[in-house]
């Protein structure tokens, strides 16, 4: 596993993040997300998994999502950043998974297993998501329910 770092390439014209063929999912914490890692590795065709530390991704989206977030996008993106790192700011710390010909139901069941607060597959024209991501899901996540 390597550390993230923003590819330029992830970005659109406009700015926001969208890497294709990644899915993007954040965890309680860092040793949520390396525990996760791991569990990533045992699901067949899967390429490179990148941890990214809560400051790395404050660093790489607050500026970013706060001019992006100024008009709003065609799809989510902008609020997605937004959301990345408020949940950074609390200290969650997130996974890059590059999908490559990984089964997406695999892919789902080892994130959710894993205890992903939030997970978006970046599909040409299409957010997925990969776990229940709802308000419900991340408050017990962050610990209060």
Do not use: C, N, W
């Not at 404050?58 to 959301?83: H, N, W, Y």
């Not at 700011?89 to 997130?94: E, M, Q, S």
């Amino acid at each position: 596993m390597t550390a993230f770092t923003a590819d330029p390439k992830h970005f659109t014209v406009a700015g926001a993040y969208y890497p294709t063929d990644h899915v993007f999912a954040m965890f309680a914490d860092a040793a949520a997300a390396q525990a996760a890692a791991t569990r990533m590795a045992e699901v067949p065709d899967v390429g490179t998994v990148r941890l990214a530390e809560p400051g790395a991704i404050q660093q790489t989206f607050a500026k970013r999502a706060a001019d992006v977030g100024g008009a709003p996008s065609v799809g989510r993106e902008d609020q997605f950043m937004l959301r990345f790192v408020e949940l950074a700011r609390g200290g969650k710390a997130g996974l890059l998974i590059e999908v490559g010909r990984a089964d997406t139901e695999a892919l789902s069941a080892a994130l959710a297993a894993s205890g992903a607060v939030l997970a978006y597959y970046y599909r040409t024209l299409v957010i997925e998501e990969l776990v229940d991501s709802s308000p419900r899901a991340e408050a017990a996540a962050a610990g209060k329910l």
